[in-house]
């Protein structure tokens, strides 16, 4: 059940590495290079997004959304499929 996850406080860290949520970008941003260098699928697409909208202290670079779009598609992301499409 949503709420008893809730109360026991797993949704506030991390389903992956179970680490405390980062408070600020700068960790976020850290958190998900650090997937990606893994080549997670998941992340590069994450990654992506904050590229294409400017997140995360990130400067807005559509050229390099896509780029990673691609990467995320060739190792399965059916979302990153979908952005490509879009």
Known sequence: CI???EQRGIYDRCPFCRTPHPTD???SLAMIQKRVRKGDADA???LAEQYYFGKLGLTKDIPRAIELWI???ELGSVDAHYELGV
């Open 3 to 5: 709420l008893a996850a």
């Open 71 to 73: 990467e995320a598609a």
């Open 25 to 27: 970008d700068a960790s």
């Open 44 to 46: 590069i697409n994450h």
